[in-house]
């Protein structure tokens, strides 16, 4: 199974294949949403924009599910490694930043070393 690798917490999360982003950081309590969208967001319909994450790492750029045209629209004018985590089905161990418009300069060492540890392979579930 994947495992998404939440480098501003510190922490790995092992999902099912296609499990949905924003669903799995909420489920395992992490602190997906800035203060505008911890007072309000769409609740996953990709129509806040609050659920900001980039890709910092991902094994042969096929990580997490294509981006979809609510994205393309809300994120036209962010970088193309931010995507919407509301938006995501997570399809191969990945290592993202939740957040990244927030602090990121500060997570300097973190990143690099997110970036330098090899990503562990997704494995089949034997629960299929």
Do not use: H
């Not at 294949?17 to 950081?25: M, P, Q």
């Amino acid at each position: 199974m994947p495992v998404v690798r939440f480098v501003r917490e510190a922490c790995d999360v092992v999902c099912p294949v296609g499990t949905n982003l924003r669903e799995l950081a909420l489920a395992e309590g992490l602190q997906l949403y800035g203060l505008k969208g911890q007072l309000g967001n769409c609740g996953g319909c990709g129509q806040c924009s609050t659920c900001f994450i980039e890709v910092v790492a991902e094994r042969d750029g096929a990580a997490l599910s294509e981006r979809t045209a609510v994205e393309d629209q809300k994120l036209r004018r962010r970088p193309p490694s931010w995507r919407l985590a509301c938006q995501v089905l997570v399809l191969d161990s990945v290592a993202v930043l939740t957040r990244p418009q927030v602090g990121r300069d500060s997570l300097a060492k973190q990143l690099e070393k997110a970036c330098l540890e090899p990503l562990p392979v997704a494995e089949l579930s034997d629960e299929l």
